[in-house]
């Protein structure tokens, strides 16, 4: 136990270290071997925690407990393993603010299921004292570490199952609300789940709480199609919504073969998602049109000398494929007439922001197409001011699939 020092933690007079479990464990078990030591065990529908401490008033006696805890893990080494202390502290601190006390004469039963406290202090070998915690709201903080209530061990463990899973290894971790997650935010990270109640939203809040508390990154972007986020964080950031004095980019300011495979890009995702085209994407003759409208531009650089440069093909280019094809492009370009894809604009106020929140909510309820070019488009017009930033990009499958055979540039930031 070469790491015991760095994992001891004392509050007050009670030495305490906390213990992640490796393999599963019966706490009863090792609630039965405390020798003079208590435990507290937490227990969710993840895995579970325990924590090992000693008695309030015994300051003198920290050497002679140091070798029980010591005896006690070389004992239990293949099923639990020392916590940082650090963890420890902040598991004890969250949890003694998300948990509230069960106050009854009568041993409570406790679900399989639910998540749950008990911290053991043992008396003898018949008897022991307890308190049994489950989550809801304090007034206050609590003292999860505390016994209150005198029961018979026997009808204690015929009542609370303590079986306890493994729990994940902590690494960089944020809390969610008192487990500790292996979440290395400095990577790329993708949070999957079935649509509505799978957590996705309430995990992906949690990381941007830690990431603001933490001040991991210079910038956070929020890319919120819903309007969820923009209604959470309102008050703790700036919120922005494209094509107003705040926000508004345009693609074609981006070198003319990236715009071109930005704009092809935008039109395979959405009639992949959406259906909005009557043959999922562009052809390769229609390819061909936006190309030469491209080339034709010059010095005018937006979507509407766009679609009058079409306009000028259709006269010239008389072949029955080529006026199909030209109708197609300018159908599709019909939706982009819209502020937020006509200029490049980043207030100050939003360029300052620690925290900016995008709403695309408005503009996915114009077009879902012009919502997918004005992400991709600010991601490569605005790159510069993106650097150490987390960028969170939520309903990311409305943008990015199988379908689209150019490199999108959230593909060149992960590549990156």
Same mark, same amino acid.
């Given at each position: ?10 509050? @007050? =007079? ?21 020798? @003079?030591?208590?435990?507290? %065990? ?44 650090? %963890? ?7 949890? !003694?603010? !998300?948990?509230?006390? /069960? ?56 009542? /609370? ?15 969610? =609300?008192?487990?500790? /997650? ?10 999957? @789940? ?9 995990? *992906? ?5 830690? #990431? ?27 919120? #922005? ?41 562009? +052809? ?8 030469? #409208? ?14 009058? %440069?079409? !306009? ?11 006026? =199909? ?13 819209? #502020?937020?894809?006509?200029?490049? %604009?980043? +207030? ?18 114009? !077009? ?16 510069? $001011? ?5 960028? *969170? ?16 540039? $959230?593909?060149?930031? /992960?590549?990156?």
């Amino acid at each position: 136990m070469s790491n015991l020092n760095s994992s001891l933690l004392k509050i @007050g =007079n009670k030495l305490i270290i906390g213990l992640r479990i490796k393999k599963e464990v019966n706490a009863w078990d090792l609630a039965q071997a405390l020798d @003079g030591l208590r435990i507290t %065990v937490i227990r969710d529908e993840v895995g579970g925690l325990i924590i090992l401490h000693t008695p309030a008033h015994i300051p003198l006696f920290t050497a002679i407990h140091r070798d029980r805890i010591r005896h006690l893990l070389n004992k239990w080494v293949d099923y639990v393993e020392p916590l940082p202390s650090g %963890v420890t502290r902040g598991i004890i601190d969250n949890a !003694s603010t !998300s948990f509230s006390e /069960i106050k009854s004469k009568a041993i409570p039963e406790v679900q399989d299921s639910s998540s749950a406290i008990i911290t053991i202090c043992k008396l003898s070998n018949d008897q022991v004292r307890y308190s049994v915690f489950l989550r809801g709201n304090t007034h206050g903080e609590i003292d999860i570490l505390s016994c209150s209530n005198k029961a018979f061990l026997k009808q204690l463990r015929e009542s /609370i199952d303590l079986t306890l899973k493994p729990s994940p290894r902590p690494g960089r971790m944020f809390m969610s =609300n008192y487990y500790p /997650i292996d979440i290395d935010l400095t990577r790329h990270l993708i949070v999957l @789940g079935s649509t509505g109640g799978s957590g996705k939203t309430t995990l *992906v809040r949690l990381l941007i709480n830690d #990431a603001l508390q933490r001040s991991t990154f210079n910038r956070i972007v929020i890319f919120d199609p819903t309007g969820e986020y923009s209604l959470h964080l309102v008050g703790r950031g700036y919120v #922005a919504i494209p094509g107003g004095v705040d926000i508004a980019v345009n693609p074609l300011t981006l070198p003319r073969h990236r715009a071109s495979e930005l704009l092809s890009t935008a039109i395979q995702a959405a009639a992949f998602m959406y259906g909005e085209s009557d043959n999922g994407g562009f +052809s390769f003759i229609q390819l061909e049109v936006l190309e030469k #409208a491209l080339d034709r531009l010059g010095d005018r650089n937006t979507l509407r000398d766009l679609y009058v %440069v079409l !306009s000028d093909l259709e006269q010239e280019l008389r072949r029955n494929d080529y006026l =199909n094809a030209i109708s197609a492009v300018r159908r599709r370009l019909r939706k982009l007439m819209i #502020a937020a894809l006509m200029r490049n %604009v980043l +207030s100050s106020s939003a360029a300052r922001s620690r925290l900016l929140v995008i709403n695309m909510a408005p503009l996915y309820f114009v !077009s879902q197409l012009a919502a997918i070019i004005f992400t991709l488009t600010f991601l490569e017009v605005l790159n510069g $001011i993106l650097r150490d930033s987390l960028i *969170v990009i939520d309903e990311a499958h409305r943008i990015l699939n199988k379908y689209v055979v150019s490199e999108s540039i $959230i593909e060149r930031l /992960i590549r990156g």
